[in-house]
């Protein structure tokens, strides 16, 4: 099995910044893609950001140039390194990693909890 566990939310103000960690454990081989989505209620589930295996990264529009996703292999973990944020950047955010558990076996998406990112004066 594997699991994935995030922190780093919280409440902060306009303008503030956080950093939010993924750190996988358990059964695994390789790990490719790692990402970042966020929920808000009644919406669906977006991407924020991803980065690969090789650290090519792509982010949405709405946070580019103030978040950065990166990741340590060695620890199987990613990070999101969240700058200047804005009310609209409210939401639950989940990390997901697309793992192999060994080298003959195809890899599957697994997903994080979820953590509250509040951003409000």
């Known amino acids: 099995q594997v699991q994935l566990v995030e922190s780093g939310g919280g409440l902060v103000q306009p303008g503030g910044s956080l950093r939010l960690s993924c750190t996988a454990s358990?059964?695994?081989?390789?790990?490719?893609?790692m990402g970042w989505y966020r929920q808000v209620p009644g919406n669906e589930r977006e991407l924020v950001a991803v980065i690969s295996n090789g650290g090519g990264t792509d982010y949405a529009d709405s946070v580019k140039a103030r978040f950065t996703i990166s990741r340590d292999n060695a620890k199987n973990t990613v990070y999101l390194q969240m700058n200047n944020l804005e009310p609209e950047d409210t939401a639950v955010y989940y990390c997901s990693m697309d793992i192999k558990r060994s080298i003959s076996r195809a890899s599957r998406t697994s997903w994080g909890q979820g953590t509250q990112v509040t951003v409000s004066s």
């Open positions: 358990g059964s695994i081989f390789s790990i490719d893609t």
